[in-house]
Protein backbone atom coordinates (compact mmCIF):
# COMPACT_ATOMS: atom_id res chain seq x y z
CA UNK A 1 0.00 0.00 0.00
CA UNK A 2 1.17 3.43 -0.61
CA UNK A 3 1.62 6.11 1.74
CA UNK A 4 -1.02 8.38 0.94
CA UNK A 5 -3.11 5.53 -0.48
CA UNK A 6 -7.14 5.78 0.39
CA UNK A 7 -7.46 3.23 2.83
CA UNK A 8 -11.34 1.85 3.55
CA UNK A 9 -11.84 -0.54 5.82
CA UNK A 10 -14.92 -2.90 5.92
CA UNK A 11 -16.41 -3.68 9.07
CA UNK A 12 -19.63 -6.59 9.77
CA UNK A 13 -22.31 -7.40 11.99
CA UNK A 14 -22.04 -10.85 14.25
CA UNK A 15 -24.77 -12.94 12.72
CA UNK A 16 -25.26 -16.32 14.30
CA UNK A 17 -27.74 -19.16 12.88
CA UNK A 18 -29.82 -19.71 15.74
CA UNK A 19 -31.57 -22.13 13.76
CA UNK A 20 -32.93 -23.24 10.16
CA UNK A 21 -35.73 -20.45 10.43
CA UNK A 22 -34.08 -17.74 13.04
CA UNK A 23 -30.95 -15.75 12.43
CA UNK A 24 -29.45 -13.28 15.43
CA UNK A 25 -27.23 -10.06 15.99
CA UNK A 26 -25.06 -9.81 18.76
CA UNK A 27 -22.66 -7.51 17.74
CA UNK A 28 -23.34 -4.32 15.43
CA UNK A 29 -20.74 -2.31 13.16
CA UNK A 30 -19.30 0.82 13.96
CA UNK A 31 -21.31 3.61 13.64
CA UNK A 32 -24.58 2.11 13.41
CA UNK A 33 -26.79 2.15 15.85
CA UNK A 34 -29.35 -0.99 16.60
CA UNK A 35 -32.27 1.53 15.07
CA UNK A 36 -30.92 2.10 11.78
CA UNK A 37 -29.64 -1.59 11.48
CA UNK A 38 -32.84 -2.33 11.71
CA UNK A 39 -34.46 0.19 9.55
CA UNK A 40 -32.05 -0.77 7.03
CA UNK A 41 -33.10 -4.35 7.29
CA UNK A 42 -36.46 -3.99 7.09
CA UNK A 43 -36.12 -1.20 3.91
CA UNK A 44 -33.97 -4.03 2.45
CA UNK A 45 -37.20 -6.55 2.90
CA UNK A 46 -39.51 -3.89 1.33
CA UNK A 47 -37.24 -3.81 -1.78
CA UNK A 48 -37.52 -7.70 -2.07
CA UNK A 49 -33.99 -8.15 -1.64
CA UNK A 50 -34.31 -10.18 1.35
CA UNK A 51 -37.22 -11.93 2.69
CA UNK A 52 -37.96 -11.96 6.52
CA UNK A 53 -41.07 -12.84 8.64
CA UNK A 54 -40.11 -10.74 11.75
CA UNK A 55 -37.20 -8.88 13.54
CA UNK A 56 -37.36 -8.18 17.23
CA UNK A 57 -34.57 -6.09 19.47
CA UNK A 58 -34.48 -7.47 22.41
CA UNK A 59 -31.23 -5.32 23.22
CA UNK A 60 -30.42 -4.60 26.82
CA UNK A 61 -26.71 -4.76 28.37
CA UNK A 62 -25.92 -6.72 25.31
CA UNK A 63 -26.52 -6.53 21.36
CA UNK A 64 -29.57 -8.50 20.73
CA UNK A 65 -31.86 -8.63 17.30
CA UNK A 66 -33.39 -11.62 16.37
CA UNK A 67 -34.38 -12.25 12.67
CA UNK A 68 -37.31 -14.36 11.56
CA UNK A 69 -37.02 -15.73 8.44
CA UNK A 70 -39.71 -16.66 5.59
CA UNK A 71 -40.98 -20.50 4.95
CA UNK A 72 -38.25 -21.33 2.15
CA UNK A 73 -35.66 -19.19 2.64
CA UNK A 74 -31.94 -20.24 3.10
CA UNK A 75 -30.77 -18.62 6.35
CA UNK A 76 -26.39 -19.13 5.04
CA UNK A 77 -28.01 -16.97 1.81
CA UNK A 78 -30.05 -14.30 3.78
CA UNK A 79 -26.89 -14.09 5.83
CA UNK A 80 -25.07 -13.27 2.88
CA UNK A 81 -27.80 -11.11 1.57
CA UNK A 82 -27.83 -9.10 4.83
CA UNK A 83 -23.99 -7.78 4.34
CA UNK A 84 -24.59 -7.16 0.76
CA UNK A 85 -27.80 -5.35 1.10
CA UNK A 86 -28.39 -3.59 5.06
CA UNK A 87 -26.02 -2.01 7.16
CA UNK A 88 -24.83 -5.54 8.34
CA UNK A 89 -21.65 -4.71 6.45
CA UNK A 90 -20.40 -1.07 6.43
CA UNK A 91 -17.04 0.73 5.21
CA UNK A 92 -15.08 3.01 7.10
CA UNK A 93 -12.71 5.63 5.48
CA UNK A 94 -10.32 6.46 8.13
CA UNK A 95 -9.45 10.32 7.80
CA UNK A 96 -6.69 11.03 10.02
CA UNK A 97 -5.81 14.51 11.25
CA UNK A 98 -2.98 15.44 13.75
CA UNK A 99 -1.08 18.22 14.40
CA UNK A 100 2.47 18.66 13.19
CA UNK A 101 4.47 21.49 14.15
CA UNK A 102 1.14 23.57 15.21
CA UNK A 103 -0.43 22.50 11.88
CA UNK A 104 -2.97 20.03 10.96
CA UNK A 105 -2.11 17.61 8.73
CA UNK A 106 -3.54 14.37 7.03
CA UNK A 107 -1.85 11.26 7.47
CA UNK A 108 -1.48 7.74 6.29
CA UNK A 109 -1.74 4.92 8.90
CA UNK A 110 2.40 4.35 7.36
CA UNK A 111 3.10 7.94 8.18
CA UNK A 112 1.31 8.07 11.48
CA UNK A 113 2.77 4.61 12.47
CA UNK A 114 6.74 6.24 11.43
CA UNK A 115 5.98 9.79 13.45
CA UNK A 116 5.11 7.83 16.34
CA UNK A 117 7.89 4.79 16.44
CA UNK A 118 10.81 7.51 16.29
CA UNK A 119 8.92 9.56 18.69
CA UNK A 120 8.91 6.12 20.71
CA UNK A 121 12.51 5.59 20.11
CA UNK A 122 13.71 9.31 21.15
CA UNK A 123 11.95 9.12 24.25
CA UNK A 124 13.61 6.04 25.53
CA UNK A 125 16.70 7.17 24.17
CA UNK A 126 15.95 10.40 26.65
CA UNK A 127 15.27 7.84 29.49
CA UNK A 128 18.07 6.40 29.09
CA UNK A 129 20.58 9.14 28.49
CA UNK A 130 19.10 10.66 31.89
CA UNK A 131 19.65 6.74 34.00
CA UNK A 132 23.17 6.64 32.32
CA UNK A 133 24.17 10.08 33.72
CA UNK A 134 22.10 9.01 37.28
CA UNK A 135 24.92 6.04 37.35
CA UNK A 136 27.60 7.81 36.41
CA UNK A 137 26.74 10.24 39.29
CA UNK A 138 26.29 7.96 41.97
CA UNK A 139 29.76 6.13 40.79
CA UNK A 140 31.46 9.12 41.10
CA UNK A 141 30.21 9.74 44.27
CA UNK A 142 30.78 6.34 45.58
CA UNK A 143 34.12 6.07 44.55
CA UNK A 144 34.95 9.34 46.22
CA UNK A 145 33.57 8.42 49.05
CA UNK A 146 35.68 5.64 49.06
CA UNK A 147 38.67 7.34 48.70
CA UNK A 148 37.98 9.93 51.21
CA UNK A 149 37.07 7.27 54.03
CA UNK A 150 39.80 4.93 53.26
CA UNK A 151 42.53 7.30 53.58
CA UNK A 152 41.00 8.93 56.44
CA UNK A 153 41.28 12.26 54.81
CA UNK A 154 38.52 13.51 56.72
CA UNK A 155 40.98 13.82 60.15
CA UNK A 156 43.64 16.04 58.28
CA UNK A 157 41.18 19.19 57.75
CA UNK A 158 40.44 18.97 62.01
CA UNK A 159 40.55 22.69 63.42
CA UNK A 160 40.87 24.26 60.49
CA UNK A 161 37.92 26.51 59.48
CA UNK A 162 35.34 25.48 56.69
CA UNK A 163 36.83 27.45 53.72
CA UNK A 164 40.00 25.76 55.18
CA UNK A 165 38.75 22.62 55.47
CA UNK A 166 37.47 22.68 51.70
CA UNK A 167 40.72 23.78 50.55
CA UNK A 168 42.32 21.22 52.04
CA UNK A 169 40.12 17.89 51.35
CA UNK A 170 41.06 18.89 48.14
CA UNK A 171 44.40 18.72 48.09
CA UNK A 172 44.71 15.52 49.88
CA UNK A 173 42.18 14.04 47.37
CA UNK A 174 44.22 14.88 44.58
CA UNK A 175 46.63 11.68 44.08
CA UNK A 176 43.77 9.58 44.29
CA UNK A 177 41.49 10.89 41.69
CA UNK A 178 42.98 9.93 38.56
CA UNK A 179 40.46 7.03 38.21
CA UNK A 180 37.43 9.37 38.45
CA UNK A 181 35.24 10.61 35.19
CA UNK A 182 35.28 13.98 36.12
CA UNK A 183 36.77 16.88 38.31
CA UNK A 184 35.76 17.34 41.49
CA UNK A 185 34.31 20.43 42.55
CA UNK A 186 33.55 22.31 46.22
CA UNK A 187 30.06 20.61 46.03
CA UNK A 188 31.72 17.37 46.22
CA UNK A 189 33.79 18.02 48.25
CA UNK A 190 31.07 19.92 50.99
CA UNK A 191 28.91 16.44 50.16
CA UNK A 192 31.87 14.50 51.56
CA UNK A 193 32.50 17.09 54.94
CA UNK A 194 28.77 16.45 55.38
CA UNK A 195 29.31 12.40 56.24
CA UNK A 196 28.16 11.48 59.51
CA UNK A 197 30.85 10.11 61.68
CA UNK A 198 28.31 6.62 62.43
CA UNK A 199 28.63 6.07 58.61
CA UNK A 200 32.46 6.41 58.27
CA UNK A 201 33.26 4.27 61.08
CA UNK A 202 30.64 1.50 59.46
CA UNK A 203 32.35 1.74 56.04
CA UNK A 204 32.44 -1.47 54.40
CA UNK A 205 34.84 -1.82 51.90
CA UNK A 206 34.09 -5.05 50.19
CA UNK A 207 30.71 -3.52 50.55
CA UNK A 208 31.87 -0.14 48.59
CA UNK A 209 33.43 -2.43 46.00
CA UNK A 210 30.58 -4.01 45.50
CA UNK A 211 28.30 -1.13 44.79
CA UNK A 212 30.70 0.20 42.60
CA UNK A 213 30.75 -2.78 40.47
CA UNK A 214 27.03 -2.79 40.36
CA UNK A 215 26.82 0.59 38.76
CA UNK A 216 29.36 -0.13 36.28
CA UNK A 217 27.61 -2.98 35.55
CA UNK A 218 23.91 -1.56 35.26
CA UNK A 219 26.25 1.83 33.16
CA UNK A 220 27.27 -0.84 30.79
CA UNK A 221 23.81 -2.35 30.36
CA UNK A 222 22.64 1.33 29.70
CA UNK A 223 25.21 2.39 27.16
CA UNK A 224 24.39 -1.27 25.13
CA UNK A 225 20.61 -0.29 25.33
CA UNK A 226 21.66 2.81 23.73
CA UNK A 227 24.33 1.18 20.95
CA UNK A 228 21.03 -1.06 20.19
CA UNK A 229 17.99 1.27 20.59
CA UNK A 230 15.71 -0.40 18.00
CA UNK A 231 15.86 -3.87 19.31
CA UNK A 232 15.96 -1.65 23.07
CA UNK A 233 12.32 -0.22 21.88
CA UNK A 234 10.59 -3.77 20.66
CA UNK A 235 11.43 -5.81 24.10
CA UNK A 236 9.81 -2.43 25.89
CA UNK A 237 7.00 -2.84 23.92
CA UNK A 238 6.46 -6.48 24.59
CA UNK A 239 6.83 -5.97 28.37
CA UNK A 240 4.38 -3.74 27.82
CA UNK A 241 1.74 -6.12 25.97
CA UNK A 242 3.11 -8.63 28.68
CA UNK A 243 2.14 -6.85 31.83
CA UNK A 244 -1.07 -4.63 30.77
CA UNK A 245 -1.94 -7.28 27.66
CA UNK A 246 -3.92 -9.81 29.90
CA UNK A 247 -7.86 -9.49 30.09
CA UNK A 248 -7.73 -6.79 27.65
CA UNK A 249 -7.77 -8.61 24.63
CA UNK A 250 -8.70 -7.56 21.63
CA UNK A 251 -12.61 -7.44 21.27
CA UNK A 252 -12.97 -7.32 17.97
CA UNK A 253 -11.67 -9.76 14.65
CA UNK A 254 -9.82 -9.07 12.10
CA UNK A 255 -10.15 -10.73 8.74
CA UNK A 256 -10.32 -10.61 4.97
CA UNK A 257 -14.08 -10.55 4.12
CA UNK A 258 -15.07 -12.52 0.73
CA UNK A 259 -17.06 -10.17 -1.52
CA UNK A 260 -20.35 -11.38 -1.90
CA UNK A 261 -22.21 -10.93 -5.19
CA UNK A 262 -24.95 -9.31 -4.76
CA UNK A 263 -26.33 -11.45 -8.05
CA UNK A 264 -26.08 -14.37 -5.89
CA UNK A 265 -27.93 -13.64 -2.53
CA UNK A 266 -30.41 -11.47 -3.99
CA UNK A 267 -34.16 -12.63 -3.58
CA UNK A 268 -35.59 -13.25 -7.08
CA UNK A 269 -38.64 -11.04 -6.06
CA UNK A 270 -39.63 -10.66 -10.23
CA UNK A 271 -40.64 -12.53 -13.40
CA UNK A 272 -39.16 -11.46 -16.47
CA UNK A 273 -41.29 -11.65 -19.45
CA UNK A 274 -40.48 -10.88 -23.35
CA UNK A 275 -43.08 -9.32 -25.82
CA UNK A 276 -41.36 -11.01 -28.74
CA UNK A 277 -43.55 -9.39 -31.25
CA UNK A 278 -43.15 -6.01 -30.37
CA UNK A 279 -39.81 -6.41 -28.88
CA UNK A 280 -39.70 -5.60 -25.34
CA UNK A 281 -38.40 -7.02 -22.07
CA UNK A 282 -38.79 -6.65 -18.32
CA UNK A 283 -40.76 -7.44 -15.22
CA UNK A 284 -43.43 -5.09 -16.00
CA UNK A 285 -44.83 -7.07 -18.99
CA UNK A 286 -47.19 -9.47 -17.67
CA UNK A 287 -49.50 -11.42 -19.79
CA UNK A 288 -46.62 -11.86 -22.06
CA UNK A 289 -44.41 -15.05 -22.16
CA UNK A 290 -42.88 -15.58 -19.26
CA UNK A 291 -38.83 -16.16 -18.93
CA UNK A 292 -37.98 -17.00 -15.78
CA UNK A 293 -37.57 -15.67 -12.18
CA UNK A 294 -35.63 -12.37 -11.49
CA UNK A 295 -34.35 -9.85 -9.54
CA UNK A 296 -34.43 -6.02 -10.40
CA UNK A 297 -30.31 -6.43 -10.63
CA UNK A 298 -30.15 -8.78 -13.22
CA UNK A 299 -28.83 -8.60 -16.55
CA UNK A 300 -31.08 -9.75 -19.50
CA UNK A 301 -29.62 -12.04 -22.68
CA UNK A 302 -31.23 -11.43 -25.94
CA UNK A 303 -30.21 -13.12 -28.84
CA UNK A 304 -32.16 -11.72 -32.32
CA UNK A 305 -33.27 -13.52 -36.16
CA UNK A 306 -30.50 -11.38 -37.85
CA UNK A 307 -27.42 -12.95 -35.69
CA UNK A 308 -26.78 -10.62 -33.02
CA UNK A 309 -27.11 -10.33 -29.49
CA UNK A 310 -27.28 -7.70 -26.80
CA UNK A 311 -26.82 -8.03 -22.84
CA UNK A 312 -29.08 -5.45 -20.88
CA UNK A 313 -30.08 -4.42 -17.38
CA UNK A 314 -33.42 -5.56 -16.41
CA UNK A 315 -35.95 -2.96 -16.39
CA UNK A 316 -39.46 -3.11 -15.88
CA UNK A 317 -40.30 -2.42 -19.86
CA UNK A 318 -37.10 -2.40 -22.13
CA UNK A 319 -37.33 -1.77 -25.92
CA UNK A 320 -34.42 -4.55 -27.12
CA UNK A 321 -35.13 -4.87 -30.81
CA UNK A 322 -37.82 -7.00 -33.04
CA UNK A 323 -37.43 -10.72 -33.81
CA UNK A 324 -36.03 -12.00 -30.91
CA UNK A 325 -35.68 -15.62 -30.74
CA UNK A 326 -34.00 -16.09 -27.29
CA UNK A 327 -34.39 -14.07 -24.18
CA UNK A 328 -33.14 -15.13 -20.66
CA UNK A 329 -31.33 -14.21 -17.29
CA UNK A 330 -27.41 -13.76 -18.12
CA UNK A 331 -24.76 -13.96 -15.69
CA UNK A 332 -21.58 -12.76 -15.59
CA UNK A 333 -18.66 -15.41 -15.89
CA UNK A 334 -20.93 -18.18 -17.31
CA UNK A 335 -19.01 -20.51 -19.47
CA UNK A 336 -21.16 -23.57 -18.61
CA UNK A 337 -25.10 -22.39 -20.54
CA UNK A 338 -23.87 -23.11 -24.04
CA UNK A 339 -25.30 -22.04 -26.79
CA UNK A 340 -26.70 -24.17 -30.33
CA UNK A 341 -26.91 -21.89 -33.46
CA UNK A 342 -27.35 -22.87 -37.47
CA UNK A 343 -27.07 -19.84 -39.41
CA UNK A 344 -26.85 -18.87 -42.93
CA UNK A 345 -23.65 -16.63 -43.68
CA UNK A 346 -24.99 -13.58 -45.35
CA UNK A 347 -27.74 -14.03 -48.11
CA UNK A 348 -26.46 -16.97 -50.44
CA UNK A 349 -23.55 -17.88 -48.32
CA UNK A 350 -23.00 -21.43 -46.82
CA UNK A 351 -24.86 -22.67 -43.89
CA UNK A 352 -22.33 -22.91 -40.48
CA UNK A 353 -22.93 -24.41 -37.43
CA UNK A 354 -21.03 -23.69 -33.81
CA UNK A 355 -21.26 -23.90 -30.22
CA UNK A 356 -20.12 -21.16 -27.81
CA UNK A 357 -20.66 -19.59 -24.29
CA UNK A 358 -21.21 -16.15 -23.66
CA UNK A 359 -18.91 -15.18 -20.40
CA UNK A 360 -18.14 -11.46 -20.63
CA UNK A 361 -19.70 -8.42 -22.73
CA UNK A 362 -20.20 -4.57 -22.34
CA UNK A 363 -24.00 -4.00 -21.56
CA UNK A 364 -26.11 -2.43 -24.66
CA UNK A 365 -23.41 -3.23 -26.79
CA UNK A 366 -24.58 -5.20 -30.14
CA UNK A 367 -22.79 -8.36 -31.02
CA UNK A 368 -22.27 -10.82 -33.73
CA UNK A 369 -22.52 -14.19 -33.28
CA UNK A 370 -22.53 -15.05 -36.93
CA UNK A 371 -19.56 -13.75 -38.73
CA UNK A 372 -21.48 -10.19 -39.26
CA UNK A 373 -22.14 -10.61 -42.91
CA UNK A 374 -24.80 -8.23 -44.34
CA UNK A 375 -28.59 -10.15 -44.68
CA UNK A 376 -27.12 -13.03 -42.33
CA UNK A 377 -30.09 -15.52 -41.45
CA UNK A 378 -30.39 -17.96 -38.16
CA UNK A 379 -32.16 -21.41 -39.16
CA UNK A 380 -31.61 -23.04 -35.42
CA UNK A 381 -30.86 -21.86 -31.90
CA UNK A 382 -30.73 -23.51 -28.40
CA UNK A 383 -29.64 -22.99 -25.24
CA UNK A 384 -28.19 -25.26 -22.72
CA UNK A 385 -27.82 -24.80 -18.89
CA UNK A 386 -25.30 -27.19 -18.51
CA UNK A 387 -23.42 -27.81 -21.40
CA UNK A 388 -26.06 -30.36 -22.96
CA UNK A 389 -24.99 -32.35 -26.51
CA UNK A 390 -28.11 -32.82 -28.57
CA UNK A 391 -28.49 -33.91 -31.92
CA UNK A 392 -30.99 -31.64 -34.78
CA UNK A 393 -31.96 -32.49 -38.04
CA UNK A 394 -31.07 -30.54 -41.00
CA UNK A 395 -33.92 -30.74 -43.80
CA UNK A 396 -32.94 -29.01 -47.20
CA UNK A 397 -35.16 -27.43 -49.90
CA UNK A 398 -35.80 -29.97 -52.43
CA UNK A 399 -33.87 -29.58 -55.51
CA UNK A 400 -33.59 -31.79 -58.79
CA UNK A 401 -29.54 -32.75 -57.72
CA UNK A 402 -29.87 -33.39 -54.15
CA UNK A 403 -28.84 -36.49 -53.19
CA UNK A 404 -30.56 -36.73 -49.88
CA UNK A 405 -32.89 -34.45 -48.44
CA UNK A 406 -32.46 -34.40 -44.52
CA UNK A 407 -29.44 -35.35 -42.87
CA UNK A 408 -28.42 -35.14 -39.08
CA UNK A 409 -25.88 -33.06 -37.02
CA UNK A 410 -24.50 -34.21 -33.57
CA UNK A 411 -23.62 -30.65 -31.88
CA UNK A 412 -21.33 -33.05 -29.20
CA UNK A 413 -19.05 -33.47 -32.12
CA UNK A 414 -17.89 -29.64 -31.90
CA UNK A 415 -15.67 -27.49 -29.44
CA UNK A 416 -17.53 -24.74 -27.69
CA UNK A 417 -15.70 -22.11 -28.45
CA UNK A 418 -16.34 -18.13 -27.28
CA UNK A 419 -19.55 -15.96 -29.07
CA UNK A 420 -16.75 -14.49 -31.56
CA UNK A 421 -16.07 -17.77 -33.47
CA UNK A 422 -17.63 -18.67 -37.06
CA UNK A 423 -17.98 -22.50 -36.75
CA UNK A 424 -17.47 -25.24 -38.55
CA UNK A 425 -19.70 -25.60 -41.89
CA UNK A 426 -22.49 -27.68 -42.24
CA UNK A 427 -23.97 -27.49 -46.08
CA UNK A 428 -24.10 -25.15 -49.19
CA UNK A 429 -27.56 -26.53 -50.29
CA UNK A 430 -30.66 -23.64 -49.14
CA UNK A 431 -31.90 -25.17 -45.45
CA UNK A 432 -35.54 -24.97 -45.15
CA UNK A 433 -35.99 -25.85 -41.07
CA UNK A 434 -33.93 -27.65 -38.44
CA UNK A 435 -35.56 -29.59 -36.04
CA UNK A 436 -34.47 -30.78 -32.75
CA UNK A 437 -34.17 -34.93 -32.53
CA UNK A 438 -32.97 -35.58 -28.98
CA UNK A 439 -30.90 -33.89 -26.35
CA UNK A 440 -28.03 -36.11 -24.41
CA UNK A 441 -26.05 -35.90 -21.31
CA UNK A 442 -23.74 -32.38 -20.41
CA UNK A 443 -20.31 -32.51 -22.51
CA UNK A 444 -18.94 -30.11 -19.94
CA UNK A 445 -16.70 -31.58 -16.92
CA UNK A 446 -18.72 -32.11 -13.97
CA UNK A 447 -19.59 -29.07 -11.37
CA UNK A 448 -19.96 -28.89 -7.87
CA UNK A 449 -23.50 -28.63 -6.96
CA UNK A 450 -24.79 -27.92 -3.46
CA UNK A 451 -27.90 -29.40 -1.36
CA UNK A 452 -29.45 -26.82 0.41
CA UNK A 453 -31.51 -28.71 3.34
CA UNK A 454 -33.60 -25.78 4.17
CA UNK A 455 -35.06 -24.47 1.19
CA UNK A 456 -34.84 -28.49 -0.49
CA UNK A 457 -33.14 -27.00 -3.87
CA UNK A 458 -29.93 -27.92 -5.40
CA UNK A 459 -27.62 -24.46 -5.80
CA UNK A 460 -24.19 -23.72 -7.61
CA UNK A 461 -23.75 -21.39 -4.77
CA UNK A 462 -21.73 -23.40 -1.86
CA UNK A 463 -24.23 -24.21 0.10
CA UNK A 464 -23.81 -27.60 1.68
CA UNK A 465 -21.26 -29.51 -0.69
CA UNK A 466 -22.89 -32.41 -2.72
CA UNK A 467 -20.39 -32.96 -5.24
CA UNK A 468 -21.40 -35.58 -7.94
CA UNK A 469 -19.70 -36.72 -11.51
CA UNK A 470 -21.36 -36.27 -14.97
CA UNK A 471 -23.13 -39.70 -14.82
CA UNK A 472 -24.42 -39.28 -11.17
CA UNK A 473 -27.91 -39.40 -10.50
CA UNK A 474 -30.26 -38.06 -7.64
CA UNK A 475 -32.45 -40.29 -5.33
CA UNK A 476 -35.13 -38.55 -3.44
CA UNK A 477 -36.95 -40.50 -0.61
CA UNK A 478 -40.44 -38.99 0.52
CA UNK A 479 -42.20 -39.65 3.73
CA UNK A 480 -44.88 -41.33 1.47
CA UNK A 481 -43.07 -44.51 0.51
CA UNK A 482 -42.20 -43.03 -2.51
CA UNK A 483 -38.31 -42.64 -4.65
CA UNK A 484 -37.74 -40.25 -7.89
CA UNK A 485 -34.61 -40.71 -9.97
CA UNK A 486 -33.40 -37.60 -10.90
CA UNK A 487 -30.38 -35.98 -12.90
CA UNK A 488 -28.01 -33.03 -11.17
CA UNK A 489 -30.39 -30.74 -12.65
CA UNK A 490 -30.67 -27.06 -10.51
CA UNK A 491 -33.70 -26.61 -11.93
CA UNK A 492 -35.24 -29.05 -10.46
CA UNK A 493 -38.34 -29.23 -7.69
CA UNK A 494 -38.61 -31.65 -5.41
CA UNK A 495 -41.63 -32.03 -3.42
CA UNK A 496 -42.69 -31.52 0.32
CA UNK A 497 -42.68 -34.42 2.05
CA UNK A 498 -39.18 -34.93 1.01
CA UNK A 499 -37.28 -36.54 3.94
CA UNK A 500 -33.87 -37.89 2.32
CA UNK A 501 -31.45 -36.92 -0.46
CA UNK A 502 -28.69 -38.96 -1.97
CA UNK A 503 -26.26 -38.92 -5.07
CA UNK A 504 -25.22 -42.08 -6.71
CA UNK A 505 -28.95 -43.00 -7.31
CA UNK A 506 -29.13 -46.36 -9.30
CA UNK A 507 -26.38 -47.89 -7.40
CA UNK A 508 -28.75 -46.90 -3.96
CA UNK A 509 -32.14 -47.60 -4.88
CA UNK A 510 -31.42 -51.04 -5.51
CA UNK A 511 -30.15 -51.54 -1.94
CA UNK A 512 -32.69 -49.25 -0.51
CA UNK A 513 -35.48 -51.28 -2.07
CA UNK A 514 -34.01 -54.80 -0.32
CA UNK A 515 -34.67 -53.04 2.39
CA UNK A 516 -37.87 -51.11 2.02
CA UNK A 517 -39.16 -54.61 1.21
CA UNK A 518 -38.14 -56.09 4.86
CA UNK A 519 -38.63 -52.79 6.71
CA UNK A 520 -40.61 -49.75 5.16
CA UNK A 521 -39.90 -47.50 8.08
CA UNK A 522 -36.14 -47.37 7.20
CA UNK A 523 -37.29 -44.41 5.19
CA UNK A 524 -39.82 -43.03 7.25
Known sequence: MKDNAAVKVRVRA?????????????????????????????????????????????????????ISLAPGVSPDKTIDALFAFTDCEMSISPNTSVIINNKPAFLSVNEILKINTNHTLELLKRELEIRKAELEEEWHFASLEKIFIENKIYVKFDGKTYEQAIEVTHKLLLPHIKKLKRKVTDDDVKKLMELRMRRITKHDADKADELIKQLETELKQIKYHLANLVEY?????????????????????????????????????????????????????KGK??????????????????????????AEKKFVGKDIIHAAIWKSGDKRTIYHLIYRDGKDGPSMMKRFFVNSITRDKEYFVTKGTKNSEVYYFSNHPNGEREIVTVHLKPRPHLKRAKFEVDFGSLLIKNRSSAGNQVTK???????????????LAARKIWWDEVVQRLNVDGRELLDHSRDDKILTIYSTGELQLSNFDIETRFGDHLVHILKNGILNILFLVSIMTRRKTVIL
Request: aromatic letters at 6%; one cysteine or more; glycine letters at 6%.
Open 233 to 285: AIDYFKDLKKRFGEGKERKTEIKIFDVISAKKVIVANRKLYVDIEEGFVGWGL
Open 289 to 314: EPVAECSDIDDVIVFFKNGTMLVSKI
Open 429 to 443: EIIQKVSLKEVGEST
Open 14 to 66: KIIKEDNKTLKITEIPFGTTTSSLIDSILKANDKGKIKIKKIEDNTAAEVEIM
